[in-house]
């Protein structure tokens, strides 16, 4: 006995499998949906799905008031469709069976709404239903489509926006690649939302049309069949299939209205991380000030007569109680704010060791004294965290061994000063303002925000402070928002980039050889033993390739061309360009589009010329360039005019000149211009497209 109960529980489990397949009965429903548009139903099949579509209506309100995020219910378009669908098969089911029944008809849903919650009363149920149409279609629905279509144009607008955001914080070491990569993927799929959710309201509409449609065409053929073919009275053919018509109608309306306010609910919610009871919670109740003025005028609004003054005294003493609550909660939390703040400041500090200022640091940040929050992690700062990830950046991007950064205060400072200094030397500054936020206008801005106007440290751009509970305001018009963290990271990272050669010391090179030795003894034996480079010529080099951006990431591939080439000669000039050569495809590429084309610039054979007879080898410095004021002025106009209209033109100003004189034209640029790309031709791989974009012509000859 028991091995048979054992086996037909196996049984059942085994044959209620096939229920996870979610993807196949979703297929089964859709199919059955579409089959009831033309297959009779029994009456109690018809009550049974009619009570699915009331229970579905509800389920999808509910979840759309309990999702955080609207792209978390990214199925809510398809799954409109599917339940507009649902609901005129429906339709079109109950329609035939009143029509073909009439008095008959025992549709247990459709009756109770025809006599119960009508009263029994067709024109009652005419004008009910009347007023649910109008409200769903001209309040509801108009106003959720246009919500949708406006979300839909901005959200599609703001994605290059913030694309560029995320490359940028990933590029400052602000988040890592996972966390870019899923927020690219977030806003991808929000994107992805809002254009279907833009087409799936046109279902709503057309679904609310179709509904007076059929309810006006039920009442007709009623009539037509009651009367002429089965013989009723006037009376009894109008109440009957018009008091079943209007309890169908209303039976769809039901649903379909609660479907259609989940539409615009879901359409007209902002991000955030709470669900939409959380946050009107939070919110409403933000304000206890609000409710007592409110509860005030209720109470006054008791004493005019015929009034209800029982509602109006129990709404009036329980909104004057909650506000009173609230208020009290506030004021505790903000004597908790205090107490904390005077411990804190009663805290005993440790002596400085003042051993250690005497020591040059080759990368340090002083902050003034009100900037010391944000690298207090006890108080909220995650300045140290970010310097972690730019160090874990610059090493990925340029293969540099950032050295540990120290971060100090320093008094002689102004309090929200900062300065970043390389080896003592200050090389960066700014000031910031702790309560308040950067913004920046990303172009796309129509309507401007009141702030404090400034030029921004890192770049020298236009910026205003703004306050940070207006923060969702400028980036809904536009702006981009950094905090004070990001700042003083992005500055740092910048000035990474442009000193990266300065950076890199003797004890960083010798880290990243001793690296490679691990896993390739052979070439570093060979350079370092054999061809008796030393530590101080292969830095030479390595500086050289910073001082223009080039990754010196590929270090195997760099040491194994400075083994091939050492013994022709020493001079790290010549050195770093047979190396540049041998990392030609790494250089190239990022500066190539998708069809592998390299936009650039050319120089005139003349200046070339010119250019190459003012070559002077210095027996320490190597080739330097000497060459009279005026011609030197000539030559830069020109190489000057040619970048300026390049970059007009939207590319990246790049310059392709002959092997011998590049060098001597990127010290050329690089006083006049931030960080030149000077290519030679033998760094052009036969897999590079070459589209020549402008001529750099001396004035003359222009």
């Known amino acids: 006995m028991a091995d048979k109960k054992v086996g037909g529980l196996s049984f059942l489990i085994e044959n209620t499998r096939w229920m996870q397949k979610t993807d196949i009965l979703l297929g089964i429903g859709v199919i059955s949906v579409v089959s009831m548009l033309v297959i009779p139903l029994p009456t109690f099949l018809l009550d049974f799905l009619l009570s699915i579509s009331i229970m579905s209506g509800i389920l999808i309100l509910l979840i759309v008031m309990f999702i955080q995020r609207t792209f978390d219910f990214s199925v809510f378009p398809s799954l409109l469709l599917i339940t507009t669908v649902f609901r005129l098969a429906l339709n079109v089911s109950s329609t035939r069976l009143i029509l073909l029944q009439g008095a008959a008809f025992d549709g247990k849903i459709i009756r ?15 004008i009910i239903f009347i007023i649910l149409v109008a409200v769903q279609f001209i309040v509801i ?23 560029m955001s995320i490359d940028s914080d990933l590029s ?29 309201s046109k279902f709503v509409q057309g679904d609310v049309r179709v509904s007076v449609v059929i309810t006006f065409v039920n009442i007709i053929g009623g009539f037509i069949i009651g009367m002429v073919m089965r013989g009723e009275s006037f009376d009894v053919a109008l109440r009957t299939y018009t008091l079943l018509t209007i309890g169908e109608g209303l039976v769809a309306q039901i649903p379909s209205l609660l479907i259609t306010t989940a539409t615009g609910i879901i359409v007209t ?24 003025i409110t509860a005030a005028t209720l109470g006054v609004a008791i004493f005019i007569p015929g009034f209800p003054k029982l509602a109006l005294l129990f709404l009036s003493a329980g909104l004057g109680v909650l506000g009173y609550i609230l208020i009290q909660s506030q004021s505790e939390e903000q004597q908790k704010a205090v107490r904390k703040e005077k411990e804190a400041a009663l805290k005993e500090h440790k002596p400085e060791e003042v051993t250690q200022l005497v020591q040059v640091d080759p990368l340090e940040v002083e902050i003034g004294y009100n900037l010391i929050p944000l690298v207090d992690p006890e108080q909220g700062g995650t300045l140290l965290e970010r310097i972690t990830n730019i160090r874990r950046r610059s090493a990925l991007d340029m293969g540099l061994i950032v050295p540990p950064i120290r971060i100090r205060d320093n008094m002689e400072l102004e309090p929200e000063a900062y300065s970043i200094l390389i080896k ?68 740092l990272t910048e000035i990474i980039k442009r000193h990266a050669d300065e950076i890199l010391g003797r004890q960083e090179v010798q880290k990243l050889i001793d690296s490679v ?26 500086q050289s390739l910073l001082r223009e951006r080039v990754s010196i990431r590929n270090i195997v591939t760099i040491l194994e061309t400075l083994s091939s080439y050492v013994s022709y000669s020493k001079d790290p000039s010549f050195l770093t360009e047979y190396v540049r050569i041998a990392l030609s495809r790494q250089i190239t590429k990022d500066y190539m589009d998708q069809t592998n084309t390299l936009s650039v610039i ?11 007879n003012s070559i002077h080898e210095d027996p320490i410095e190597g080739p330097v360039l000497a060459m009279d004021p005026t011609t030197h002025q000539t030559v830069t106009d020109s190489l000057l005019d040619a970048y300026r209209r390049s970059k007009n033109m939207g590319h ?51």
């Open 141 to 163: 629905t108009k106003g959720a489509t246009r919500t949708a279509e406006v979300a839909a144009r901005f959200t599609l607008d703001a994605m290059p926006g913030k694309q």
């Open 517 to 542: 030795k691990a896993d390739y003894p052979a070439v570093v034996n060979e350079l370092i033993e054999d061809r008796k480079m030393t530590l101080g010529d292969i830095q030479k080099v390595l």
């Open 112 to 126: 109770a709404f025809g006599q119960f919650v009508v009263g029994g009363n067709y024109v009652v149920g005419f």
């Open 652 to 702: 990246t100003p790049v310059y392709l000149v002959s092997p011998q004189i590049r060098r001597v034209m990127f010290t050329l640029l690089e006083r006049e211009v931030p960080a030149p790309v000077v290519l030679s031709y033998n760094e052009i791989t036969s897999a590079v497209k070459v589209n020549v974009v402008v001529s750099a012509l001396l004035s003359s000859a222009a």
């Open 172 to 200: 400052n070491g602000l988040i890592t690649e996972d966390e870019a990569r899923k927020r690219r993927e977030e806003i991808r799929r929000e994107a992805d939302f809002y254009g279907a959710m833009d087409g799936a």
């Open 424 to 491: 003592g030397v200050e090389v960066g500054r700014g000031a910031l303002q702790v309560d308040k936020l950067m913004a920046m206008d990303s172009g796309e801005v129509e309507e401007k925000i009141e702030g404090e106007e400034f030029t921004e440290p890192v770049f020298g751009l236009k910026a205003i402070w703004i306050k940070t509970d207006v923060r969702d305001l400028a980036e809904s018009r536009g702006y981009t928002v950094v905090d004070c963290p990001t700042i003083i990271a992005t500055h």
């Open 269 to 292: 919610r902002s991000v955030s991380n709470e669900n939409l009871g959380a946050d009107m919670g939070n919110q409403l109740g933000s304000q206890p000030r609000a409710l007592l």
């Open 602 to 612: 050319t120089v005139d054979p003349e200046i070339e010329t010119i250019v190459r």
